[in-house]
Structure formats: structure tokens, C-alpha cells
């Protein structure tokens, strides 16, 4: 069993094709934002 | 109800225990029975780790939510897809190479015995009794709508559940939750048909949304710097995403879904599906509350949701008072209708007023005649649209949806309680070697243990305003706390255990005394925990002067 912390995580996770479905998921959040509040500009 | 929908409910709590149980055969080892032999695809993964947030309260109190404030209560998943990032780059590798069935189990890997007691048994106090909110909150609007007693819903709830989690493990649970997912949604999706095909015949799409945004229920964005404010874009973006990494970090219920899956990175792909689509879904919940708003706009909306208050107030002493109460509700609902197919903002706003001014009176006369202070209507809303505007059929869809939602996270939770009780105390202090049938034994009496204790709670617990916001709130005492140990524990390689330890304590000290000495919003209280536990931990373990050791645990 390990015992100590595993460094690698953070970097190999960065590199790998998930880095993709990261910054997705951070773009799909901003446009649900935006429309929200053009949603709450167009009927205030 | 209509034959038809107690059939269509019936036959789904069956046929839910039924498959749950079935799922028993790769159990009768405690990694298949705690983990699922770590085998599960991303998808069904993804699935069960939204059943297990997604509870019956979401679609009872978030809709009743919308419907009286509309959209705001949004801001509070905005945290939460950089939450599933930050996860999945840190403490999902961390959980999946430590090989352990528990958070808790790393955190003695980490630091010490002591802090990993302390922090499982912080989750199974705050489950436990989250838990009996998340079985009571839903039992007691479901009681007043199928005329049950609350004691009576609390078991149709809590056994089904107790059933198929203790003979079948996570195996059951997960796979139950696909399948309760599916439900959920698919009832979610027949509302809003229904809603909008009842709102369609008396006004176009576009006046409906009119009318909703002319009360305010469109604004979702608050962007406000105030922390006594609860739901702001602020709160959520930086309070929920400190809530979201603790809940889906650090709780067991939530850790053990992803720790099922066949690999790191299907693991990931479980946690960035709730990351793209938790705030759809939740609009979807959001919508269908502010839905149900405009449809009330053009038929005639019941004075109280609670149909039993509502009987017992007309045929108590309070009877003609109340009478009169409701001729005004009447005439309010009448003018509003009118001003509302007449597009006339100005008398709409008047009349929807007067409406709101008259229901608070009778929720008074309620408050009043019960002794009930805390009384809320909200919670009726949706369930009372459903039993009486909804088609045959729907009706027993949308309240086995409701029981899915209830029996998803209650089951979640009680496999975590079960398996934190099992391998974090029995286990770990008492009887340390014995043969995986004496621990899965174990394992069903306390499931069997924490659904009664559950179910307890559940008929002793009170109707306390909104119900989404008593179960996170309570969460917010404890869970900022437990974030910022993990967070000491994975990113720090200089805090001790000594360090860990006390941080926690002075952590909760700290939530508790903001809690109740000021108007901080709770959302904020998880910040706060965590960054003290941080700065109280590193400051302890610098000043200290010991070395941090990794520790090894003896193989259980």
C-alpha cells in the first residue's frame, strides 16, 4: 500500500485528453450564465 | 390518486428492491460489497453520484423554492464544475491509489489515527442526521398529499431503501440510481410538458415569461458583495465551490460512488458529468417551480398548498374568518388573471400583491392554530400541482419520482454511514482481523442500524422553512472543517498531525461561533471553516517544530 502522497496527479490529469472536458465544462457553466442574465435583462 | 398511479407507484418501490437485491450476487466480499470490486463505467458512475446529491427535497422544496422567488437559488451550484475539476486533478487520483474504501482511511495514512476518528466521526453524526432530514423533509409533504401519516411514509421511504442497501450493497445502490435517474428526469420532463401545454392554451410563450420576469422570477444573478446575502453570484462562485469540494471531496457518500469506478479516469468522467450537467438539470427543477407560477397565472391556485391545513382551518373555529380570507384570495386571483391575459404589468403586480399579502395571512391563521411557527406552504406546491393537474398516469410517475429522489440519496447515504462505521471504527479498533462474511454481516446491521436511526429522526424532525436550505446549512457546520483538513492532508506536505487535529477542532469552533453570533450567510460558513483549519493546522504544525512522517497503516 503507498505511503506517502503521489505528486503526479496534478500534472499527468493536465496533460491528458480530460484537459479538453475541463475547460468544456467551465465553458458550457459561462454560457449558461450569460444567458441567464440576458434572460434576466430581457424580462426584469 | 387514481388506481392506475398507486399501481405505477407500487410497482416501482417493488420492482426498485427487487432489482437491488438481485445485484447481491458479487457481494460476499467487502470490496465488492463497499466498492463494487471497483468495476463501474464513468456513466453509471456519473449517474448514482447525481442520484446521491439530487434528493427528494430538491424536487419538493427547490420547485416550491421557484416558485415563490423564482431562479436565484441557481447561484448556488455555480462553484460547482470548478469543484469537480480541482477533484478530479487531486483527490480523485490520491483516493483511487490509496486503494482505501474510506476518505477518512487516508487521512490516517496521512496524520494519525485520532484525526482520522475525529473527521469519520464528524460525518457520521452530520450524516446521519442529514439523513433524517433528506427521509423526513419529503415524508412529511408526501404524508399530507397521499393522506398517509408521517410515520407511515417515513418507513415506505426508509425500508424499501434499508432493503436492497444492505443486501446489496454499493452494487445495488449504483445501479438502482441509474435507473432512479432516468425516473427523475423523465418525470421532471413530463411536468414541464404538462405545464407548458396547460400555460399554452390561455397566453404565448413569450407573455408567460413576461409575467414571471415582471415578479422577479427571472433574475437569477445577484451580484452583490454582501455576505449576509444568501444566494449572490459571489456566494456560490466562492462559498459553493468550498461547499461542493467538501461535499463531493470529503464526504464518504460521495467519495465512494467515484472510488467504484473501473479507473482514474473513469472516475474523472463520473464527476465531470455532474460538472456539465448538474446546472442544466437544476435550471430544469428551477424552471418547472417558475412554471408552475405562470400556470396558477391562468387557473385558480389553491389559498393554502396544504390541502390538510387547508380543511382544517375551514371547518375549525377559524372558519369564518378564514372564509373571508379566501373570498379575498378569490376576487385577488380573478384580477390577476385578468391583468396577467390583459398584459397590464401595473395591476398585475397590484393584484399578485394583494395575493401573497392574503396567503401570508392564512399561513398565519395556520401558524396560529397548529402552534407551528416555522409553518411554510412552498413545500406544498408542486406536489399539490401534481395530485390535482396532472393526467392519470403522470401523477403515480411523478410521485415515484419523488420517492426515487428520496430513496437515491438516502441509499448513498447509508452505504457511506455503513461502510465509515464498518471499516473506520469496527474494523480499524475492534475486531481487526476476521473473515469478509463477518464484516459484510456487520455491514448489513449497521445499514439496518443507521436506516432505523434515520427513520427516527426522520418522524421526530420538524418542518423548518425551506428544506434545500436545512439540509445544506446543516452541512455547512462541518463540512468547510473537513475540506480544509483534506486539504492540509493533500497539499501540504508540512502539517502534522497534531496540526490536522486541532485545526479541525478550531475550525468547527469557529463555524459555530459565526453561525450563531452573525448574519454571514451559511454558504459562506464552508470558506470560513476551511481556511481556518489551514491557517490553525500549518500554524500548529510550524510551531511545533516536529516533522510531518508519512504513516504506514497496517494492512486490516
Redesign the interface.
Known amino acids: 500500500?503507498?505511503?506517502?502522497?503521489?505528486p503526479t496527479?496534478?500534472t499527468?490529469?493536465?496533460e491528458?485528453p480530460?484537459a479538453g472536458?475541463?475547460v468544456?465544462?467551465?465553458v458550457?457553466?459561462a454560457v449558461?450564465?450569460v444567458l441567464?442574465?440576458l434572460?434576466?435583462r430581457?424580462?426584469? | 390518486m387514481h388506481a392506475l398511479d398507486w399501481f405505477i407507484l407500487v410497482a416501482y418501490i417493488v420492482w426498485v428492491v427487487v432489482d437491488g437485491v438481485s445485484r447481491s450476487k458479487s457481494t460476499h466480499e467487502v470490496e465488492g460489497y463497499f466498492l463494487a470490486n471497483r468495476s463501474l463505467p464513468w456513466w453509471a458512475v456519473g449517474l448514482s453520484v447525481m442520484a446521491t446529491q439530487l434528493s427528494a427535497i430538491t424536487l419538493v422544496g427547490t420547485t416550491g423554492q421557484a416558485y415563490a422567488t423564482g431562479l436565484r437559488f441557481i447561484q448556488f451550484y455555480f462553484g460547482l464544475p470548478l469543484a469537480m475539476i480541482l477533484l478530479s486533478l487531486t483527490v480523485v487520483p490520491f483516493f483511487h491509489r490509496a486503494r482505501v474504501y474510506t476518505a477518512y482511511e487516508y487521512l490516517e495514512r496521512r496524520f494519525d489515527a485520532r484525526t482520522r476518528a475525529l473527521a469519520a466521526l464528524l460525518f457520521l453524526l452530520g450524516r446521519a442526521f442529514s439523513l433524517g432530514v433528506v427521509i423526513s423533509a419529503p415524508a412529511v409533504v408526501m404524508s399530507a398529499i397521499l393522506g398517509w401519516t408521517v410515520p407511515t411514509t417515513v418507513f415506505v421511504i426508509g425500508l424499501p431503501t434499508v432493503v436492497y442497501t444492505s443486501v446489496g450493497g454499493v452494487q445495488a445502490v449504483a445501479w438502482t440510481d441509474v435507473k432512479q435517474m432516468f425516473v427523475i428526469v423523465g418525470g421532471m420532463l413530463a411536468a414541464v410538458a404538462v405545464l407548458l401545454f396547460g400555460i399554452l392554451e390561455d397566453v404565448g410563450f413569450g407573455q408567460a415569461l413576461s409575467l414571471a420576469g415582471a415578479t422577479g422570477r427571472l433574475s437569477a444573478l445577484d451580484f452583490r458583495l454582501d455576505l449576509r446575502e444568501t444566494y449572490t453570484f459571489w456566494s456560490g462562485m466562492i462559498g459553493g465551490l468550498f461547499l461542493m469540494l467538501s461535499y463531493f471531496g470529503c464526504d464518504q457518500s460521495q467519495v465512494q460512488r467515484y472510488l467504484t469506478a473501473k479507473s482514474i479516469d473513469q472516475a474523472r468522467h463520473s464527476l465531470l458529468m455532474s460538472g456539465y450537467v448538474k446546472i442544466p438539470l437544476q435550471l430544469l427543477v428551477l424552471g418547472t417551480g417558475v412554471l408552475v407560477f405562470v400556470f396558477y397565472v391562468f387557473q385558480p391556485p389553491p389559498m393554502l398548498f396544504n390541502q390538510v391545513h387547508d380543511g382544517r382551518i375551514a371547518a375549525g373555529p377559524r372558519a369564518t374568518e378564514y372564509a373571508a380570507l379566501q373570498g379575498e384570495f378569490d376576487a385577488a386571483v380573478a384580477d390577476r388573471r385578468q391583468a396577467g391575459a390583459a398584459s397590464d404589468e401595473a395591476a398585475f403586480l397590484a393584484s399578485d400583491a394583494r395575493m401573497s399579502d392574503i396567503r401570508a395571512r392564512a399561513v398565519d391563521i395556520v401558524k396560529d392554530a397548529t402552534g407551528d411557527a416555522q409553518f411554510t406552504d412552498v413545500n406544498y406546491v408542486f406536489p399539490t400541482f401534481i395530485t390535482t393537474r396532472m393526467p392519470i398516469g403522470l401523477v403515480g410517475l411523478m410521485i415515484a419520482a419523488i420517492f426515487a429522489a428520496a430513496m437515491s440519496t438516502a441509499a448513498g447515504e447509508l452505504s457511506a454511514l455503513s461502510t465509515a462505521t464498518v471499516i473506520d471504527f469496527y474494523r480499524r479498533h475492534f475486531v481487526k482481523k476476521a473473515a469478509d462474511s463477518h464484516y459484510l454481516n456487520v455491514s448489513k446491521l449497521a445499514t439496518l442500524f443507521w436506516g432505523l436511526f434515520a427513520c427516527i429522526v426522520a418522524m421526530y424532525a420538524s418542518n423548518q422553512g425551506s428544506l434545500i436550505e436545512v439540509v445544506n446549512r446543516y452541512g455547512s457546520f462541518f463540512y468547510g472543517s473537513l475540506l480544509g483538513v483534506f486539504i492540509l492532508a493533500i497539499l501540504s506536505k508540512r502539517a502534522t498531525a497534531v496540526g490536522a487535529f486541532w485545526g479541525l477542532i478550531a475550525g468547527m469552533a469557529v463555524v459555530l461561533v459565526v453561525a450563531f453570533t452573525t448574519a454571514i450567510a451559511f454558504l459562506w460558513h464552508n470558506l470560513i471553516g476551511a481556511a481556518v483549519v489551514v491557517i490553525v493546522g500549518m500554524g500548529i504544525s510550524v510551531a511545533s517544530g516536529s516533522q510531518p512522517q508519512a504513516r504506514n497503516l497496517p494492512n486490516p
Open positions: 500500500m503507498p505511503s506517502e502522497h503521489d496527479a496534478k499527468s490529469a493536465l491528458s480530460l472536458l475541463y468544456g465544462t467551465l458550457v457553466e449558461i450564465i441567464l442574465w434572460l434576466g430581457m424580462y426584469p
